[in-house]
């Protein structure tokens, strides 16, 4: 009867540290770091418990701020638009080691740019 027990309690320690439990708690927090490619400068995130992200991006090219806004999932992948409505894309990957990269693309303004980013949390 006690290894019974002891494979059940086993089988539900595995069950309940299942991969599908993970949370945002190491994302959560404020985010910056460059972009470039067509155009260049420098992006700020703030991502709330709830995984929703807000941020800008600033053009050193034209000088122009332009909103973020998305959700970040439980595995850091980012999913944003950049502009309200949304004139384009920011992409790519938080990892817990503190890191982030992706792509970006804003159709604004004409004609559409487009390139890489990366960056890492703040220490706070």
């Known amino acids: 009867m006690k290894k019974l027990f ?3 309690l086993t089988a539900f320690l595995f069950i309940g ?3 599908d439990d993970d949370s ?3 994302f959560i927090g404020t985010w910056h770091g460059t972009y470039e490619g067509s155009d260049k400068g420098v992006w700020n995130i703030v991502v709330a418990d709830d995984g929703k992200v807000t941020g800008t991006m600033h053009s050193d090219v034209n000088q ?3 909103n973020i806004s ?3 999932s ?3 992948d980012i999913n944003a638009v950049v502009g309200l409505p949304s004139d384009g894309e ?3 990957n938080l990892t817990t080691d503190k890191k982030g990269s992706g792509t970006w693309v804003n159709s604004v303004p004409t004609p559409g740019r487009s390139g890489t980013w990366q960056g890492e949390k703040d220490k706070n």
């Open 64 to 66: 122009e701020n332009y």
């Open 24 to 26: 945002i708690y190491d």
């Open 90 to 92: 920011f992409r790519g």
């Open 74 to 76: 439980s595995s850091g």
């Open 70 to 72: 998305g959700n970040v």
């Open 6 to 8: 002891f494979l059940l």
């Open 17 to 19: 540290c299942n991969s």
